[in-house]
């Protein structure tokens, strides 16, 4: 079975927030103008393809959203490998949301408490204040034992 195939079945991208959509006339041509707010970059993209960016909501496979373009027929319906290069150009764009970027920030998060509390109980990185030399000679001069 072909790679891309497999993983059109089974990839979920959804687009990432803060993106705005203007659906416009151009030439006779209806195209769509994403805007990335955080960025503030500009992307015109046809109608197709807004469709079709539209649709990844992150519940629905790729290969579902294929086959559903393609049976309403009202625009171009695309081929695999057309869709893997439209997921590029968004991943490239960064214009997909990371699943992982939540989980990573919680855990970037979490490692990072352990990283300080690791650091406050090893005793090898206690920061102690150094005494002046009168001091040290004071301590030196009391027998502990």
């Known amino acids: 079975m072909n790679y891309s195939i497999r993983e059109l079945e089974s ?5 990432r927030e803060g993106l705005a959509f203007s659906v416009q006339e151009q030439g006779g041509e209806r195209v769509c103008v994403i805007e990335d707010t955080a960025s ?16 990844l909501d992150g519940a629905q496979t790729v290969a ?17 490998h057309e869709a893997l290069q439209m997921l590029r150009w968004l991943k490239d764009n960064h214009l997909l949301a990371v699943e992982s970027d939540r989980a990573t920030s919680d855990a970037e998060h979490r490692r990072r408490a352990w990283q300080s509390a690791a650091t406050w109980l090893n ?23």
Request: positive net charge; glycine residues 4%; aromatic residues 14%.
């Open 64 to 80: 579902a959203i294929l086959a559903r373009l393609a049976r309403d027929g009202s625009c171009d319906s695309y081929t695999e």
């Open 123 to 145: 005793p090898l990185t206690v920061r102690v204040p150094l005494r002046s030399e009168e001091h040290t000679s004071e301590l030196q001069s009391h027998s502990f034992i």
């Open 40 to 55: 503030s970059r500009f992307f015109r993209v046809g109608f197709g393809e807004y469709r079709f960016f539209r649709s």
């Open 11 to 15: 990839l979920r991208p959804r687009l």
